[in-house]
Nanobody, 125 residues
């Protein structure tokens, strides 16, 4: 089993920055593929960024956040972070950390069996 706990959600002004953190616990923590998804009420959950440990590392970002979001992995703290810069109001959503034991960059909800409860990011114009 894998447990994920997100934190860092807040209300920020457009153009601002924020760091979301996902603390990971359980078995095989170091070999997980990880992702951040977001969801607004009435819409499907969508991938924001995915990260996998390969020969180096692999990462993928949705077109809507490229250049504004960056993910990082801190093995010393069992943490997976989402660094968000130059935020826009349309980024307002619940943000969810997800994990998979498959070593591939899954971009769909169905690719991830483990989920956190989410943290809310609200960007005001």
């Amino acid at each position: 089993q894998v447990q994920l706990v997100e934190s860092g959600g807040d209300m920020v002004l457009a153009g601002g920055a924020l760091l979301l953190d996902c603390v990971i616990s359980g078995r095989i923590v170091d070999r997980l593929t990880l992702a951040w998804f977001r969801q607004v009420p009435g819409k499907e959950r969508e991938v924001v960024a995915a990260w996998a440990r390969g020969p180096g590392t692999m990462s993928s970002y949705s077109d809507s956040v490229k250049g504004r979001f960056r993910v990082s992995r801190d093995y010393s703290k069992n943490s997976f972070r989402l660094h968000a810069f130059n935020l826009k109001s349309e980024y307002t959503a619940g943000y969810y950390c997800a994990a998979s034991e498959q070593n591939s960059l899954g971009l769909k909800v169905a690719d991830y069996p483990y989920w956190g409860r989410g943290t809310q990011l609200t960007v005001s114009a």
